[in-house]
Every structure is written in C-alpha cells, then in structure tokens.
C-alpha cells in the first residue's frame, strides 16, 4: 500500500476544511440561476437527500456533486485515492446508493431530479452547462 504525502495530522486537517454546503460550485450555479430570475430554496431539509437546490415552482431538485465525493466514474478528477482505498471505496459507494435512493424518492413523489457534476462547470464547460440546465428546469 502507497503511503499518504501527508502525516495523519495535515491529512486531517485538510479533510476538515472540505465543505458540504456553500461550495464553489454550488455557489457558481445559485448566482447563476439568480441572475436568470430563478428563486429557489438551499440545502431543504424537507426533502430527501438535502438537495442544493431547490425550485419549487417547477417541482425541481437540482444536487451539485464533486466528482470525487460521488464517484463520477470516467471524470479525470475522480482518482481513487492511494491510500486508505478500502476506506474511500466503501465511503464513495455509500454515498452513491444514497443518493440513488433519495433521488427514486423525489421521483416517485413528482420532483424532476436533476444533476450537475462539478467537472461540468469547468471554464470552457460551464455556460453551455447552466444553459442546458436551465432548459432542463423549465421543460
């Protein structure tokens, strides 16, 4: 097994900074959904999975996900991680299924689950991204 470039203590402090609500990217897709007068709820408890967004009046969950935290298989920034593996393997996994079954519940109660990965809103992706997105909320 690869040992971390990192002791236990720096590796646990950057684990501690990584943020789950208020990302970059989820920030970059509420101002622009904002700016194109969408009003939408953030991080609603009420329902399943905490969706990031959330646009009631066109029954729309929108979930940002990082490409690592929710294994976006074929993305370049998704790399299984040296060290630990066994560790992220299952902790990556969870999080997919759970996301599975939250996003089947949305759907069975007549929410349009939608999906942005982060990789998508790259420099040169990102506003042919928010303009497919918007398309996709409105139809």
């Given at each position: 097994m690869t040992m971390d470039v990192h002791d236990k203590q720096t590796r646990s402090y950057n684990m501690s900074k990584i943020k789950g609500k208020n990302t970059k990217p989820e920030v970059l897709v509420r101002k622009y959904l904002?700016?194109?007068?969408?009003?939408?709820?953030?991080?609603?408890?009420?329902?399943?999975?905490?969706?990031?967004?959330?646009?009631?009046?066109?029954?729309?969950?929108?979930?940002?996900?990082?490409?690592?935290?929710?294994?976006?298989?074929?993305?370049?920034?998704f790399v299984w991680p040296k060290s630990n593996t066994e560790f992220w393997q299952k902790k990556t996994t969870k999080n997919a299924r759970r996301d599975e079954k939250n996003h089947t519940k949305l759907i069975s109660t007549g929410w349009?689950?939608?999906?942005?990965?982060?990789?998508?809103?790259?420099?040169?992706?990102?506003?042919?991204?928010?303009?497919?997105?918007?398309?996709e909320i409105l139809y």
């Open positions: 904002f700016s194109k007068g969408f009003r939408f709820r953030v991080n609603d408890a009420r329902y399943p999975g905490h969706p990031d967004i959330v646009l009631p009046k066109y029954k729309t969950c929108v979930f940002v996900n990082g490409c690592f935290w929710y294994m976006h298989e074929e993305c370049r920034y349009k689950v939608i999906v942005v990965w982060e990789c998508e809103l790259k420099n040169d992706k990102f506003e042919k991204k928010m303009i497919d997105l918007v398309d």
